[in-house]
């Protein structure tokens, strides 16, 4: 069974810094990889899709990486804003129609 | 613009009570799932449904029955609420499977006493 593990839980970062979180999954056999923000009480928003034959997707200042080979995914921000805090999801999408999720990542941004 | 919606978006069950939670979706997606999210334990998938009139199990199923009698609407149904399904419930879809994004409506709080 797939696992994916985020780390940190929990991430607390001032104004400005560049950040990443971590993502990594246990079966490289996935058709992709997508990060998504989810604001307390709130639903998931989708942030970037990684196709398992890409490596990299941008969306201003975030940065997706996939590294299949060693089951790895990083989320770049960049120039972090108190309104980028939120928990960061990550998850992979095995045999084409299930996505297994990590707990996610809390991020503070302090101002 | 609605994407997909969930009604409704909160409710509290005694045990043993049935109900039945809504997903809609208007942007002709093919693919409709429902997650159950609770406190460090993730989203995990219940059912899923690849088109009108199919439906799939997930990695936790039990206790939990599913519908997809028209494209755009994918019903979850609790037929004996028990404690244990207190959750935050979450609908998704995707135009089709592996390769596009999936969106998730806004969730629903179910509190079972």
């Known amino acids: 069974k797939q696992e994916v593990t985020q780390i940190p839980a929990a991430l607390s970062v001032p104004e400005g810094e560049n950040l990443v979180l971590n993502c990594s999954f246990t079966?490289?056999?996935?058709?992709?990889l997508q990060w998504f923000r989810q604001d307390p009480g709130k639903g998931l928003t989708s942030l970037l899709l990684?196709?398992?034959?890409?490596r990299e997707q941008t969306s201003g200042r975030l940065n997706a990486s996939l590294d299949k080979s060693s089951g790895r995914s990083t989320l770049y921000i960049a120039a972090s804003q108190p309104g980028d805090s939120a928990t960061y999801l990550c998850?992979?999408?095995?045999?084409?129609?299930?996505?297994?999720f990590g707990t996610g990542t809390s991020l503070t941004v302090i101002p | 613009n609605a994407g997909v919606t969930q009604t409704p978006k909160f409710r509290v069950l005694k045990t043993g009570q049935s109900m039945t939670l809504l997903c809609a979706q208007d942007?002709?997606?093919?693919?409709m799932y429902w997650y159950r999210q609770d406190p460090g334990m993730g989203l995990r998938l219940i059912h899923y449904?690849?088109?009108?009139?199919?439906?799939a199990k997930g990695e936790v199923p039990d206790g939990y029955n599913v519908s997809r009698l028209k494209k755009q609407n994918f019903l979850l149904g609790l037929e004996s609420a028990a404690p244990s399904q207190t959750s935050v419930y979450f609908c998704?879809?995707?135009?089709?499977?592996?390769?596009?994004?999936?969106?998730f409506g806004q969730g629903t709080r179910l509190t079972v006493v």
């Open positions: 449904s690849v088109g009108e009139g199919t439906t």
């Open positions: 079966d490289s056999a996935i058709y992709n």
């Open positions: 998704a879809s995707s135009f089709t499977s592996g390769g596009t994004e999936a969106f």
């Open positions: 990684i196709q398992s034959s890409q």
């Open positions: 998850a992979v999408m095995v045999g084409g129609n299930q996505f297994y």
């Open positions: 942007m002709n997606h093919e693919y």
